[in-house]
Nanobody
Framework: QVQLVESGGGLVQAGGSLRLSCTAS????????MGWFRRAPGKEREFVAA????????DYIHFVKGRFTISIDNAKNTVYLQMNNLKPEDTADYYC????????????????????WGQGTQVTVSS
């Protein structure tokens, strides 16, 4: 079993920044492609960014490119999402996810491929 614990959400004004963190733990955890998803009020959960376990291969949804950066610290089993120039439409619950079956050099944007999920952290951007 793998546990994912997120932190770093909060309230910020438009144009501000936040950094989300997600740490994976569990006896069986070895490696995983890591992703961030979000669910805005009244909307479906959507992909935001993903990173491979090795080589820092990344994917981003188009509307966060240039504003959000995903990174990983393998030694700490922790993935980060640096969010800059936040907009009110970024308001959502953000979820970390791990795909433990993914090749260590690849990522996936597909929600259904992720095996484990964090509890979510709320991000609110005021205008």
């Amino acid at each position: 079993q793998v546990q994912l614990v997120e932190s770093g959400g909060g309230l910020v004004q438009a144009g501000g920044s936040l950094r989300l963190s997600c740490t994976a733990s569990g006896r069986t955890f070895r490696s995983a492609a890591m992703g961030w998803f979000r669910r805005a009020p009244g909307k479906e959960r959507e992909f935001v960014a993903a990173i491979s376990w090795k080589d820092d291969n990344t994917d981003y949804i188009h509307f966060v490119k240039g504003r959000f950066t995903i990174s990983i610290d393998n030694a700490k089993n922790t993935v980060y999402l640096q969010m800059n120039n936040l907009k009110p439409e970024d308001t959502a619950d953000y979820y970390c996810a791990a795909d433990v079956d993914q090749n260590i050099y690849t990522t996936t944007t597909a929600l259904w491929e992720y095996d484990y999920w964090g509890q979510g952290t709320q991000v609110t951007v005021s205008s």
